[in-house]
């Protein structure tokens, strides 16, 4: 008797065709329909009870909405932190977009010498302008910062990096006080185990002398790298040794200096009104590093790259490893931050992220004074706040600026459900919860944004009614 209640409940499972039917449109390729909807009618299957049509149709687009909202697509970043990672970094300038739209839809000459007509070299404009921008002998790019370190670390630690006849030297000395994590939950220290090396940490966390290093390089000893602390600082009973310092015992000891330097800092951020300094590949190599590496969509304001500049020798030997070809980059990073390069050779400006933090609060009260007034009768309390933005990314971590933000107490739902309304809204709406308040900070929201954010907001507020 339970075996036929348990057949007969099967039978009342609805084809795919039928619940295909009521789903209506979607934008969505068929197959990945048709895919879920199958997978959500299997898990039914096992179930000891089937739900009614309408239930399992409704099950089935709670499914598709969170299948969308995986989907890369743009969001509106009001959360002051301008470099964000989550959201995709650097904003590309239009030139750099422009530059995707021709490369991405036609061919290129990306390995072809239209002087010879025969096959040419990969990224040879990018890398010579990227030189001159660093003030460096050469430079190359890969696919991301850690992929640069990863390339250089295995060069070094490999014999036939110094010769045939020369001994493998597989440790890598770092100081404990800069073996940081980055995103991701990637810490320095696998990275550099990755690459195959050994890491070799000395001093001690809030404090590393020269001695320390000069202690530990020995036979083994490949290279010295120094990390720019670029997501924390410490602060108090701290000390470490000068760039300069360390070049100076890496040309004794016969060893090259690499320094990670992260953020991409390109000019002195200090011109961004922050007192906070972040070092330039061209200072770092001026005090005496064989090689740096960084990234290209952090203030350098380009697409996710792993800039390296320094020493000619090294630079091409590093492109001559089997490694390089695997961790280089397509014609699409190329063509976008060949434009990035170009707008820091001029220095015209136009890089979206640097453009944010330069926003005067007198422009920001304004737009926050009009977005105000466009929602005066709407059902909740709205008003204009005070924030306090974050470059992000990594970088500049002791500085902040202010801003101005927009502030919204809703009347008839939390504050947590208030915020995922807005994420659900088209273009998603991204925000943050302070002081009871739900707050879109407007220095990282473009101008052209404050439409679709009023929109979002009407939506957001009509739905708490």
């Known amino acids: 008797m339970h075996d036929q209640v348990k057949a007969r409940s099967r039978r009342e499972i609805p ?20 895919d879920l909807v199958r997978r959500e009618l299997a898990t039914i299957r ?11 149709v409704d099950s089935v687009r709670r499914s598709l909405a969170n299948l969308h909202a995986t989907r890369l697509q743009p969001v509106i970043n009001g959360t002051g932190i301008v470099i964000h990672t989550n959201l995709g970094r650097a904003p590309l300038a239009p030139e750099a977009i422009h530059a995707l739209k021709q490369i991405g839809s036609a061919y290129s000459n990306l390995e072809y010498d239209l002087v010879t007509g025969e096959r040419g070299r990969r990224g040879a404009y990018i890398e010579n302008a990227l030189a001159l921008l660093c003030e460096a002998e050469s430079a190359t790019v890969v696919n991301n910062c850690a992929a640069a370190l990863i390339l250089i670390v295995h060069y070094f630690t490999r014999a036939d990096g110094r010769g045939e006849d020369a001994p493998t030297r597989s440790e890598v000395v770092i100081s404990r006080g800069e073996m940081v994590q980055i995103g991701g939950g990637f810490r ?41 602390r670029s997501n924390f600082f410490m602060s108090g009973f701290v000390e470490s040794p000068s760039s300069t310092a360390l070049a100076g015992l890496a040309r004794k000891k016969r060893i090259p200096l690499i320094e990670d330097l992260g953020s991409g800092a390109i000019f002195p951020t200090e011109r961004l009104g922050l007192a906070e300094h972040e070092p330039t590949p061209a200072e770092a190599l001026k005090d005496g590093a064989s090689l ?15 800039i390296i500049a320094g020493k000619k020798r090294f630079v091409a030997a590093l492109k001559r490893e089997p490694l390089f070809r695997a961790l280089r980059c397509d014609k699409l990073v190329f063509a976008a931050l060949q ?24 422009e920001l009260r304004a737009r926050a004074a009009a977005i105000v007034d466009r929602l005066e009768r709407v059902p909740v309390r709205i008003a ?82």
């Open 15 to 34: 084809a795919v065709g039928k619940v295909l039917d009521a789903l209506g449109h979607y934008d969505f390729p068929r197959p990945v329909i048709i």
């Open 46 to 56: 096992a179930k000891s009870e089937i739900p009614e049509f309408e239930s399992i």
């Open 188 to 228: 320095i220290g696998e990275i550099i185990e990755a690459a195959g090396a050994k890491v070799r940490d000395v001093g001690a966390t809030n404090k590393t002398t020269l001695n320390d290093y000069a202690k530990a390089v020995g036979q083994n000893t490949a290279l010295i790298l120094k990390v720019h």
């Open 292 to 306: 740096v590496c960084f990234s290209g969509d952090k203030l350098f304001g380009g697409p996710q790259a792993g």
């Open 339 to 362: 434009a990035t390069v170009d707008l820091h050779l001029d220095q015209s400006g136009g890089i979206p992220a640097i453009a944010l933090l330069q926003v005067s609060e007198d």
């Open 384 to 465: 204009i706040g005070c924030g306090a933005v974050k470059v992000g990314g990594g970088t500049l971590p002791k500085s902040t600026m202010s801003s101005v933000t927009i502030d919204i107490v809703p009347q008839n739902c939390s504050l947590a459900d208030f915020a995922a309304r807005l994420r659900a809204s088209n273009p998603p709406v991204i925000g943050y919860i302070a002081n009871a308040r739900f707050k879109l900070d407007l220095r990282t929201i473009f101008p052209h944004q404050d439409e679709p954010v009023v929109a979002a907001l009407r939506a957001a507020c009509a739905n708490t009614i």
